[in-house]
């Protein structure tokens, strides 16, 4: 391995030695706004102690210029959507004792393996909660800034997907304001919604 | 309505969570919807044993490394360093051969073979190989 651009073994212990218990506290946070809970079934401290045995047992190089925050929170990242994938697949397989052959020892059409080669039949009720849970969660975010003409502006376009190049022309912001109100959302939503918005929970 | 609005102000949750200064990150832990000290002293407690176990395995991986190089040292240079003469390293042999129940069988047919064929390499060569494998033992007289 490339001992100059990657951490050796020894390199990462005293890392992950050197995290502080804001780190620590920082890294679970994260992992909770990642959805450790609802899309993997797991506390945001489980998802750390997983990310630091994967980084302990090497299984990816860690590059030098990548912080251990930025390490951590990437190897936890991919613990969440990895076991999310596994509880998807146990949810939609049906089991050895739902299949049934024919006599011909063809599957039968039982409901199990209807529901597992069609779409559900609630698709459509469950996609329309979806979207009222969204626009439930937009319009509180909407209403945290109510009072800031700057942060709902930024807020409006944001949700119409406009590019940073728009908002500085439709806000009327310049590059300096721009990353005020940037800084000013990012730390009011975060004391507001400290686990974030659980989009997990949302059908996409 | 977009996901990707939501996506982003999560994004932004975990931004302003890495750029919060470490008293304010500090000040959070134990309050509801926070991380309590319970979990951070659990993710510390993990790492600290994690860690010593994984030092512990590289250092008996390195202990035994060292004892095998270590051992391959005293062999060579009780080779290179033994005063005797191919007639005594040949009488070793046929002791070290009376002995079937320690000698694989392959050496046995070497020895044989060596034995009606074999020039004075063949026998240092067998020699140290029965000195490696332990049939064969060198005193300090040796040397």
Redesign the interface.
């Known amino acids: 391995m490339d001992t100059d651009s990657y951490y050796s ?1 020894i390199e990462v ?1 005293e890392n ?2 050197s ?4 780190d ?7 992992f909770a ?2 959805g450790s809970s609802n899309r993997a079934g797991m ?3 489980d998802v ?2 997983n990310a ?2 994967q980084v ?1 047992a090497n299984e990816r190089p860690w590059p030098k210029d990548v912080s251990v ?1 930025s390490y951590l ?1 990437q190897s936890g990242r991919s613990t969440i959507s990895n076991e999310e994938e596994k509880r998807s697949k146990l949810l939609i397989a049906p089991t050895i004792d739902e299949v049934v052959f024919n006599e011909d020892n063809k599957v039968a059409h039982t409901s199990a393996v209807v529901r597992f080669s069609n779409p559900s039949p609630q698709s459509g009720l469950e996609s329309a909660q979806s ?1 009222s849970i ?2 439930e ?2 319009e509180k ?1 909407r209403q945290l800034f109510g009072e800031d003409k700057e942060a709902s502006c930024f807020i409006e376009q ?2 119409a ?1 406009q590019k940073k190049s728009k908002i500085l022309i439709i806000c009327e912001f310049s590059d300096q304001i721009y990353r005020n109100v ?1 800084k000013r ?3 009011k ?2 004391k507001r ?5 659980p ?1 997990g929970e ?1 059908e ?1 | ?10 994004n ?9 200064d ?1 008293d304010e ?2 000040s ?2 134990g309050h509801t ?3 309590t000290w319970e ?2 002293h ?3 407690d ?3 044993t ?2 010593k176990c ?2 512990q395995q ?1 250092l008996e991986k390195n202990r035994a490394l060292y004892f095998d190089a270590k051992k391959e040292r005293e062999h060579s240079r009780a080779f290179a360093k033994t005063t005797k003469t191919v007639s005594e390293m040949f009488s070793d042999i046929i002791v070290a051969m009376q002995d079937k129940d320690k000698v694989p069988k392959g050496l046995l047919v070497a020895f044989r073979k060596q034995g009606q064929d074999g020039n004075d390499d063949d026998i240092k060569e067998l020699w140290h190989t029965l000195v490696e494998l332990g049939l064969i033992e060198i005193s300090d007289d040796d040397q």
Do not use: C
């Open positions: 073994e212990e992950l030695e995290l502080t218990q804001a620590i506290a920082r890294l679970v946070q994260i706004v990642l506390s945001g401290h750390l102690h630091i045995s302990l925050i929170t979207s969204i626009k969660w937009i975010v944001k949700i997907e940037e959302i990012k730390d939503v975060r919604f400290p686990n974030g918005l989009w949302i996409s | 309505m977009n996901i990707n609005f939501i996506k982003q102000i999560n932004y949750v975990i931004e302003s969570t890495i750029e919060a470490d990150i500090l959070t832990i919807n926070y991380p979990d951070i659990s993710v510390q993990f790492i600290l994690a860690v994984k030092r590289r």
